[in-house]
DNA sequence: CCTTTTGATATGTATATACATAATCGTCAC
DNA sequence: GTGACGATTATGTATATACATATCAAAAGG
């Protein structure tokens, strides 16, 4: 038991170049593992004792780390006989990033566009936020409609981030749509999308023609072009519109 | 010193029944206050060391409590300054919201599941509609709740086709949500989910607690197995306790 | 007056230790 | 054989302690 202590020499650099902590390190190298199918399912991962003595370091860190893996569904754990692999029992779902257009000539009317509001700022405190932004920098911030034959179908309150796109600072949006614009010119490696009900508030309602107050389907999508935040996107639409149809089929593991 | 008592008088036995761990009950303590509001967001809790000595117990076991309270999303802790109350998101992901339970334990609290009305019939036409069944058959039609904490989290109303499971009808449901039963029983091949925002109906506010007409989002799900329609299930969730979250990324630990 | 330094503070991580609890194994008596 | 029972084992939870680190505020210096 000499201890020396540190163990931590290096911390997983070469890797992704994050600063892990000791259990985030074994908690990822061992669902790295697991997710890569070296432990397949029902594998018995080592023991508590046994990963102590592989990264010399004490119990609670490991237990921290496989507490946080059975938590997430990875493992479970049995007292008296160890930690297994548990099947993954999740599916795949897979929503697509939907064009409004398309949305509204799939139910059979006429689509337009409108742009209200356009402007071009240092991104505030709210801004950054949204994007996701660590520093700050120049924005665009966009207001929309979409309408569906007269009647307005969706509204768009969007933030472009300038430092990912300059070009967009040289476009008014007054025919194309920033989303078409964005995805013909900017591939997106990952995006995230929320979804949820809200009121609608006074501004939207009017500019959708709704009652203040009335429910509304909000889904926000953010936007990352390698690890650089690009857009975020606030899409409104009155309830009575919109339903989100997303078809799934097991995919198992 | 001292100060056993107070909140640790019961340890939620009449609530969940759940027997609860320590860092569990300040975990479940603190997300009951921001979800009923008692915390709203911004508002600084209790520092580490207030709890420590309102729960008499190590900073340790406060720190795990707050670190999955900030891993869930419900806060966020700034060195130097505290824990702040986030705006509440509860996330659950697209791949997991056929369990409800999961949802709710992810966000620390207890859960609790309640039958409310069980009834067998020959299926109507609205039931036949909403199974997408073409031919008159028995079903089982069902109400239940799921609470977190204390409070009403989501409303279920589940419709069974008893020609595809008959084991559903000796089934009281009392016990085991139907969810889980029929996954436990039923492998499925397809399903469907449509996710919109609707104003509370008076029957389900009450159930749920809340206003008449406050936006919902419902989630309805469609489920066949083989060609054959099984159930058809439409939750209800209270607009503010709930976001719907997709990510597409390349999956980490 | 503005910048820099210093100290206080709250959280972040890790250790060694202790005891509780659940499950399994081996032994011994019947 | 087999049933009872204690020993063993791995995990579950909690404690006291230690040091690291980020950050804010006040003191010190130009």
Redesign the pocket.
Known sequence: ?S?I?T??ADSGSADGGEVL????RILSDISERILSGAWAPGHRIP???ELTAEY??????V??A??QL?KAGLIE???????FVRRPQSQAAVLEIHDIRIEVEALGLPYRYERMARSRRRSSADDRALLELDVAGPVLALECLHFAGKRPFAHEQRLINLAAVPEAAEEAFFETAPGPWLIGRVPWSAAEHRIRAVAAEKHIAAALDIETGAPCLVIERRTWSAEHPVTHVRFTYAAENHTLVARFTPSQG
């Open positions: 038991m201890m202590a163990t931590s902590s000791l259990h985030q023991f508590e004792h010399n370091c004490s119990r609670m860190t237990n921290k496989l507490s059975a754990r049995r007292r008296r006989s160890g930690s």
